[in-house]
């Protein structure tokens, strides 16, 4: 379907109005509806009246090697200062949907080689079962792929889509991620990243920075910025790249300009699927619109404490609605 340039603007705009809220009323908004694993299929959605929280957490020692091999006892959750049991806890590599977010504003031009090499190495260490997708954007958000297809894993075909805009124009950040976030909702997959390509400058959003926390808070998707940019750029805001990354339990990369970006996305992706997925039904079930924090304590067998990196906490929406789950 070809849309003018003022119809496409006016979906767009009726898109970004409903990405709001499609993120407040989700089965992933800050908890999940879904019941304990209790199947061998990862990514399995059934729908039940039992919330859960379920949070991506990454494991590193005190040199900041990855810590395989950890069972459900080796975890503490606590939620506002208050222990949690776990109910479902699944450590192995399981398949993901992953959202590419690419910045293609004039603000990004030299560094448009640096991006797409380190785009597509992401995108070449994908899995069977996995989902991706790419946003791109400048003034305007492109989900990219054909309006047909929501996701894909052919390298080639994200390839393609990564290297067709030019960059030009001003930085629609903000509007790009709650895209995504509202997008990646439309997967069954049980883990769910975006990795942000920016200098981390916005001067075109209609959403504004605490908009895109809170809609990171209620979605329950890792979020890994990745700041290209050098000392002079104007347009650079290394703080709101970290923000948002610690926001959703994920990581910043602010290695500057160039600067061993293919290396930066290939730790990603391992980091993604070394996750261990702890899931846990709030003691407080007040859910009355407050902010709760969480809190991820690991120690190894022999006791030494391990570091854990997990989303802050989540927002405890009031009940809406039963709705059948008809993801696939």
Known sequence: MNWNPSQRARNLSLFRALALFLLTICAFSGYSQKPPATTDQPGTTISVDVRQVVLHTSVRNNKGGIVSGLDKRNFRVDEDGQLQVIRAFHPEDIPVAVGLVVDNSGSMTKKRSDVTAAAVAFARSSNQGDQMFIVNFNDTVNL?????????ASVAELERVLLTPVPTGRTALYDAIID???????????????VVFSDGGDNASEHTLNQVLQAVAQSGVTIYTIGLFDEEDPDRNPR?????ADASGGQAFLQGMSAGAVQICERIAKDIRTQYTISYSPSNQNFNGAYRTIKVSVRADHGAKLQARTRAGYIALPDVPAARDERQ
């Open 180 to 194: 995504g976030l509202a997008h990646i909702q439309r997967s069954g997959n049980e883990r769910k990243a975006l």
């Open 240 to 244: 709101v790249l970290r923000r948002i």
């Open 144 to 152: 990219g792929l054909p309006d047909t297809k929501l996701f894909s």
